[in-house]
C-alpha cells in the first residue's frame, strides 16, 4: 500500500508575531492517501492557524485528487488573512501542479525559507 | 532561396554603395549565430525586430505567425497572429486576421493596402515583408514610422528603397530557418505538454478507478471525486446533485436550479457549459439559474444510459473556461463516481437485507420456541393444531397447557406487528399466561390481570387479540356428553363450533383486545357443553384473509362452509383440508401473515 505521512512544524522566530506553521509532506498523496492531507489541513485550520506553509521535499508524487486538497481550503484560509504558500518542489512534483495550472493559484517557492521571508513580509 | 542564392545575393549587396550603409556595421553573419543559437521563438522574433528597427530607422514594427489550422476556418484559410509589436502599443498584440492566399513577396500597405491589413496601415505600419521558410509563408513582418531628417516629404518618409527592401529580405530569410526551428520546439514543447496533460488524466483515471472499487462509504466516495474534479479543474465550486438522491455534494448554493430540476436532467444529456446552452425558451430560465448560481458548466453523470445525477462546476479560479476536453474529462470520472455510488447503494442494501433476515431468522426461531412441542392428550377428544409462519413472521401464537386440577387451557393469539418485535412481545403474553394457568383463577378475572400487565409493560401501539377456553373434559358425564369449554374472548376472530348436526356457533362472548387500555369493565366469560362429534375450530385472520393476487380475502364465511363439508373428518384431516382450500384460493400469491389452526373434536 502506497505511504504518506504529513508531520507538524512551527516557525516562531523572534519578533514575528505571525507564527508560519509548516507542514511536511513526505510519501505518495493519491486518491487512496489524500483524507490524511485533508485532516491535516482540518486540523491547523480547527486551531485557527492560516499560515499555512507546505513543504514538498519529501514528497515523491502527487494526484489531481491530492491537489483538489489545496483548493477546498484555500478559501477559508485566505478569508481568515492566510495563505498557503508551497516549497521545495521536486521537478516531477511541480510539472503536475504546473500543467493543472496551479502556480496561478499558489505562491511556490524554491525553498522554504523564501517562503517564510514572503509570510513575514505580510506582518 | 538556397543557401547558395542567399550567399549570391549578399554579395550583390555587399557590393552596392547603396546598401553599404545598412551592412557596414552590421555584422549579419553574427546575428544568424546569435539566432540560430537559440530555439526560443520569442527572443529569435525579438532580436528581429529590434535589429530591424535600428538598422532602417523605423519606430514601429511587428511580426505575425501563421497558426495552426482550426476547424473552424473555410478551406484555404490562414489564421496569422500578431505574436509580437513594438512602438504600436499593445492593442494589436495576438489579434488575428484571416488571408486566403499568403502574399509571398513583400508589399507596401499605405492608403491602397487590402482592407485585412488596414489595421497595421492605421497604426502606421507601410511594408510588409514575408518570412518564408521551405517555400511556405510561416509570417510576416511589418516595419514603418521611419525617422530621416534628410527625407522632407512625408509622402516619400514611408517608403523604401528597394536595396532597403532586399536588405530586409536577406535578413529575414537568415532569421527565417531559425524561426522555423522556434516554432517546431515552440509546437513540439506544447505537444508534449498535451500530453503530459492527457497522462496525469489517464493516471486519475486509473488511480480513481482503482480507489473508487475498493471503498463503498457513499460520504468517502463523494469526497474522493470532490477533490479530484477540484484539482483537475482548478476550481473550488461545484456541487453534485442526484436524481434520486438531491444534492449529496454541495460547495455551491444550487437552489435557484433545483426548482428545474427534472428539465435539467432531460436538458443536459451530455457535458454542456452553461453559455452553449441552446437557445430556447425553456433553456433560457435554467440558463439565468445558472448563471445566478455562479454555475458555468453542468456534466451528467450517467451509468447505463441514464442520467443518474449532474455535477456542477463553477468558474474556474485561474480565470480560463472549460474546454471541451476538460468536460470530456470530468465526464469520464464522474461516471466512475456513479457507477461507485449506485454499487455502495446496492452493497449498503444488500447488508440492509442481510440484517433483515437475520432478524427474522431470530424471530423464527423465538417464535418456534414458543410454540408447543407437543399437544397433550385430551380424554374424550382429539386435537390437532398448524402453525405456518409467514416469510414475515406475523405474531401468531398458540398453546395448550394441562392444569393440576385435569383442565386443559386452549390458547390463541395474534400479536400486533412482524418480526423480532412480535415474537418478543409473545413470549411475554406465553409467560404470563403459564405462570398464571397453574393458580385455577376465574378465566376472565385472568384475562383482566394479562391485559394490564400488557397494558403497563408495553407500548399504547402494541396489543393482542386473544381467545382462551378451559376444556373440562369429564368422563363421568352422560354418554354422548364430552365435556363443557369455559372462554373469553379478547378481541379475537370468533372461533367456530360445529356440532355433530351441522349447527354452527360462534365463541365472541369476552371483551376488549389485550395491551390497549386497563380493563375497566370485566372480561365476560362463556361457556359452550361439546356432545360427541362436536367440534372446535380455533384459527387467526391468517386463515380468513389470506388473499390472492387480487386481492381477493379467503373470509370466514368461506371457511365456515368449508368446515361444515369436513367436519365429519379427523381434526388433522381437517386441517390438511382447510390448508389446501386456502392454498386453492390464493393460488400461488406469496403469504403474507402467519396461519394457525386448532381443531378439537369429541369422539
Given at each position: 500500500?502506497?505511504?504518506?505521512?504529513?508531520?507538524?512544524?512551527?516557525?516562531?522566530?523572534?519578533?514575528?508575531?505571525?507564527?508560519?506553521?509548516?507542514?511536511?509532506?513526505?510519501?505518495?498523496?493519491?486518491?487512496?492517501?489524500?483524507?490524511?492531507?485533508?485532516?491535516?489541513?482540518?486540523?491547523?485550520?480547527?486551531?485557527?492557524?492560516?499560515?499555512?506553509?507546505?513543504?514538498?521535499?519529501?514528497?515523491?508524487?502527487?494526484?489531481?485528487?491530492?491537489?483538489?486538497?489545496?483548493?477546498?481550503?484555500?478559501?477559508?484560509?485566505?478569508?481568515?488573512?492566510?495563505?498557503?504558500?508551497?516549497?521545495?518542489?521536486?521537478?516531477?512534483?511541480?510539472?503536475?501542479?504546473?500543467?493543472?495550472?496551479?502556480?496561478?493559484?499558489?505562491?511556490?517557492?524554491?525553498?522554504?525559507?523564501?517562503?517564510?521571508?514572503?509570510?513575514?513580509?505580510?506582518? | 532561396?538556397?543557401?547558395?542564392?542567399?550567399?549570391?545575393?549578399?554579395?550583390?549587396?555587399?557590393?552596392?554603395?547603396?546598401?553599404?550603409?545598412?551592412?557596414?556595421?552590421?555584422?549579419?553573419?553574427?546575428?544568424?549565430?546569435?539566432?540560430?543559437?537559440?530555439?526560443?521563438?520569442?527572443?529569435?522574433?525579438?532580436?528581429?525586430?529590434?535589429?530591424?528597427?535600428?538598422?532602417?530607422?523605423?519606430?514601429?514594427?511587428?511580426?505575425?505567425?501563421?497558426?495552426?489550422?482550426?476547424?473552424?476556418?473555410?478551406?484555404?484559410?490562414?489564421?496569422?497572429?500578431?505574436?509580437?509589436?513594438?512602438?504600436?502599443?499593445?492593442?494589436?498584440?495576438?489579434?488575428?486576421?484571416?488571408?486566403?492566399?499568403?502574399?509571398?513577396?513583400?508589399?507596401?500597405?499605405?492608403?491602397?493596402?487590402?482592407?485585412?491589413?488596414?489595421?497595421?496601415?492605421?497604426?502606421?505600419?507601410?511594408?510588409?515583408?514575408?518570412?518564408?521558410?521551405?517555400?511556405?509563408?510561416?509570417?510576416?513582418?511589418?516595419?514603418?514610422?521611419?525617422?530621416?531628417?534628410?527625407?522632407?516629404?512625408?509622402?516619400?518618409?514611408?517608403?523604401?528603397?528597394?536595396?532597403?527592401?532586399?536588405?530586409?529580405?536577406?535578413?529575414?530569410?537568415?532569421?527565417?530557418?531559425?524561426?522555423?526551428?522556434?516554432?517546431?520546439?515552440?509546437?513540439?514543447?506544447?505537444?508534449?505538454?498535451?500530453?503530459?496533460?492527457?497522462?496525469?488524466?489517464?493516471?486519475?483515471?486509473?488511480?480513481?478507478?482503482?480507489?473508487?472499487?475498493?471503498?463503498?462509504?457513499?460520504?468517502?466516495?463523494?469526497?474522493?471525486?470532490?477533490?479530484?474534479?477540484?484539482?483537475?479543474?482548478?476550481?473550488?465550486?461545484?456541487?453534485?446533485?442526484?436524481?434520486?438522491?438531491?444534492?449529496?455534494?454541495?460547495?455551491?448554493?444550487?437552489?435557484?436550479?433545483?426548482?428545474?430540476?427534472?428539465?435539467?436532467?432531460?436538458?443536459?444529456?451530455?457535458?454542456?457549459?452553461?453559455?452553449?446552452?441552446?437557445?430556447?425558451?425553456?433553456?433560457?430560465?435554467?440558463?439565468?439559474?445558472?448563471?445566478?448560481?455562479?454555475?458555468?458548466?453542468?456534466?451528467?453523470?450517467?451509468?447505463?444510459?441514464?442520467?443518474?445525477?449532474?455535477?456542477?462546476?463553477?468558474?474556474?479560479?485561474?480565470?480560463?473556461?472549460?474546454?471541451?476536453?476538460?468536460?470530456?474529462?470530468?465526464?469520464?470520472?464522474?461516471?466512475?463516481?456513479?457507477?461507485?455510488?449506485?454499487?455502495?447503494?446496492?452493497?449498503?442494501?444488500?447488508?440492509?437485507?442481510?440484517?433483515?433476515?437475520?432478524?427474522?431468522?431470530?424471530?423464527?426461531?423465538?417464535?418456534?420456541?414458543?410454540?408447543?412441542?407437543?399437544?397433550?392428550?385430551?380424554?374424550?377428544?382429539?386435537?390437532?393444531?398448524?402453525?405456518?409462519?409467514?416469510?414475515?413472521?406475523?405474531?401468531?401464537?398458540?398453546?395448550?397447557?394441562?392444569?393440576?386440577?385435569?383442565?386443559?387451557?386452549?390458547?390463541?393469539?395474534?400479536?400486533?406487528?412482524?418480526?423480532?418485535?412480535?415474537?418478543?412481545?409473545?413470549?411475554?403474553?406465553q409467560a404470563t399466561i403459564r405462570a398464571l394457568v397453574p393458580f385455577d383463577l376465574p378465566l376472565a378475572e385472568c384475562t383482566?390481570?394479562?391485559?394490564?400487565?400488557?397494558?403497563?409493560?408495553?407500548?399504547?401501539?402494541?396489543?393482542?387479540?386473544?381467545?382462551?377456553?378451559?376444556?373440562?373434559?369429564?368422563?363421568?358425564?352422560?354418554?354422548?356428553?364430552?365435556?363443557?369449554?369455559?372462554?373469553?374472548?379478547?378481541?379475537?376472530?370468533?372461533?367456530?363450533?360445529?356440532?355433530?348436526?351441522?349447527?354452527?356457533?360462534?365463541?365472541?362472548?369476552?371483551?376488549?383486545?389485550?395491551?390497549?387500555?386497563?380493563?375497566?369493565?370485566?372480561?365476560?366469560?362463556?361457556?359452550?357443553?361439546?356432545?360427541?362429534?362436536?367440534?372446535?375450530?380455533?384459527?387467526?385472520?391468517?386463515?380468513?384473509?389470506?388473499?390472492?393476487?387480487?386481492?381477493?380475502?379467503?373470509?370466514?364465511?368461506?371457511?365456515?362452509?368449508?368446515?361444515?363439508?369436513?367436519?365429519?373428518?379427523?381434526?388433522?384431516?381437517?386441517?390438511?383440508?382447510?390448508?389446501?382450500?386456502?392454498?386453492?384460493?390464493?393460488?400461488?400469491?406469496?403469504?403474507?401473515?402467519?396461519?394457525?389452526?386448532?381443531?378439537?373434536?369429541?369422539?
Amino acid at each position: 500500500m502506497s505511504d504518506f505521512k504529513v508531520s507538524f512544524r512551527e516557525n516562531s522566530p523572534q519578533g514575528v508575531s505571525n507564527k508560519v506553521h509548516i507542514m511536511d509532506l513526505k510519501g505518495y498523496l493519491d486518491a487512496h492517501t489524500t483524507p490524511h492531507l485533508e485532516e491535516a489541513f482540518e486540523k491547523l485550520i480547527a486551531e485557527k492557524k492560516y499560515n499555512i506553509l507546505v513543504n514538498c521535499r519529501d514528497l515523491s508524487y502527487i494526484s489531481s485528487a491530492g491537489l483538489g486538497v489545496f483548493m477546498a481550503f484555500i478559501e477559508e484560509v485566505r478569508m481568515n488573512k492566510g495563505d498557503i504558500k508551497l516549497s521545495n518542489m521536486s521537478p516531477k512534483v511541480f510539472n503536475i501542479f504546473d500543467l493543472l495550472g496551479f502556480p496561478m493559484l499558489y505562491e511556490i517557492f524554491k525553498d522554504e525559507g523564501e517562503a517564510i521571508k514572503k509570510f513575514e513580509a505580510k506582518t | 532561396m538556397t543557401l547558395f542564392t542567399r550567399v549570391l545575393s549578399l554579395k550583390q549587396i555587399f557590393s552596392s554603395p547603396h546598401t553599404q550603409h545598412l551592412l557596414d556595421s552590421t555584422p549579419l553573419f553574427e546575428f544568424s549565430t546569435l539566432v540560430n543559437s537559440t530555439l526560443d521563438l520569442k527572443f529569435i522574433l525579438g532580436s528581429v525586430l529590434l535589429t530591424l528597427m535600428a538598422k532602417l530607422r523605423v519606430t514601429k514594427s511587428l511580426v505575425l505567425l501563421k497558426m495552426a489550422p482550426q476547424a473552424t476556418l473555410k478551406v484555404g484559410e490562414n489564421r496569422f497572429r500578431v505574436e509580437n509589436c513594438k512602438g504600436i502599443g499593445s492593442d494589436l498584440l495576438r489579434k488575428d486576421i484571416l488571408l486566403a492566399r499568403p502574399p509571398k513577396k513583400d508589399f507596401s500597405i499605405s492608403s491602397a493596402a487590402p482592407p485585412v491589413w488596414k489595421v497595421f496601415s492605421r497604426a502606421g505600419i507601410r511594408q510588409i515583408f514575408p518570412i518564408i521558410s521551405h517555400d511556405t509563408v510561416l509570417g510576416y513582418f511589418g516595419i514603418g514610422g521611419r525617422i530621416d531628417t534628410k527625407l522632407k516629404t512625408p509622402r516619400k518618409a514611408g517608403r523604401f528603397s528597394s536595396d532597403e527592401k532586399e536588405f530586409v529580405d536577406i535578413f529575414i530569410n537568415v532569421a527565417a530557418s531559425a524561426i522555423d526551428k522556434g516554432i517546431a520546439f515552440q509546437e513540439l514543447r506544447s505537444v508534449n505538454r498535451t500530453l503530459d496533460g492527457k497522462i496525469q488524466e489517464l493516471k486519475t483515471l486509473f488511480e480513481l478507478s482503482k480507489e473508487f472499487t475498493a471503498v463503498v462509504d457513499r460520504e468517502r466516495l463523494l469526497k474522493l471525486f470532490g477533490f479530484t474534479l477540484m484539482g483537475h479543474i482548478g476550481a473550488n465550486r461545484y456541487a453534485v446533485c442526484l436524481k434520486d438522491g438531491g444534492v449529496v455534494a454541495s460547495r455551491i448554493d444550487t437552489s435557484p436550479l433545483l426548482k428545474f430540476k427534472e428539465k435539467v436532467f432531460s436538458l443536459v444529456t451530455s457535458p454542456m457549459r452553461v453559455a452553449d446552452f441552446p437557445k430556447r425558451k425553456v433553456t433560457a430560465a435554467i440558463k439565468a439559474a445558472c448563471e445566478a448560481a455562479g454555475i458555468a458548466a453542468i456534466v451528467p453523470l450517467q451509468s447505463q444510459n441514464e442520467v443518474k445525477g449532474i455535477v456542477c462546476l463553477g468558474e474556474r479560479l485561474r480565470g480560463s473556461g472549460y474546454s471541451q476536453a476538460d468536460l470530456e474529462f470530468i465526464y469520464s470520472i464522474g461516471n466512475l463516481a456513479i457507477i461507485s455510488l449506485e454499487n455502495s447503494r446496492l452493497f449498503n442494501e444488500a447488508i440492509e437485507k442481510q440484517k433483515m433476515e437475520d432478524e427474522l431468522t431470530i424471530a423464527r426461531e423465538i417464535q418456534n420456541g414458543l410454540l408447543p412441542k407437543s399437544l397433550p392428550e385430551i380424554p374424550g377428544f382429539q386435537i390437532a393444531a398448524l402453525n405456518c409462519p409467514s416469510k414475515q413472521v406475523g405474531g401468531d401464537y398458540y398453546d395448550v397447557i394441562r392444569t393440576n386440577n385435569g383442565k386443559f387451557v386452549l390458547a390463541i393469539g395474534d400479536v400486533s406487528g412482524k418480526g423480532t418485535p412480535a415474537s418478543l412481545l409473545m413470549a411475554n403474553v406465553q409467560a404470563t399466561i403459564r405462570a398464571l394457568v397453574p393458580f385455577d383463577l376465574p378465566l376472565a378475572e385472568c384475562t383482566a390481570r394479562v391485559n394490564d400487565l400488557l397494558f403497563e409493560n408495553t407500548n399504547a401501539n402494541k396489543f393482542i387479540t386473544f381467545f382462551w377456553g378451559a376444556l373440562d373434559p369429564d368422563s363421568r358425564l352422560p354418554a354422548g356428553q364430552a365435556g363443557t369449554l369455559r372462554y373469553v374472548n379478547a378481541g379475537h376472530n370468533h372461533p367456530f363450533v360445529i356440532t355433530a348436526d351441522g349447527t354452527v356457533k360462534r365463541l365472541g362472548e369476552g371483551g376488549l383486545i389485550l395491551g390497549i387500555m386497563k380493563a375497566l369493565m370485566p372480561y365476560r366469560e362463556g361457556s359452550v357443553a361439546f356432545e360427541t362429534g362436536d367440534m372446535l375450530v380455533l384459527f387467526t385472520d391468517g386463515v380468513s384473509e389470506a388473499m390472492d393476487n387480487d386481492g381477493n380475502e379467503y373470509t370466514e364465511e368461506r371457511l365456515e362452509s368449508f368446515l361444515r363439508t369436513v367436519s365429519s373428518r379427523m381434526p388433522q384431516e381437517i386441517i390438511s383440508a382447510v390448508q389446501e382450500d386456502v392454498a386453492r384460493h390464493v393460488s400461488g400469491a406469496p403469504q403474507s401473515d402467519d396461519i394457525t389452526l386448532i381443531v378439537v373434536k369429541a369422539v
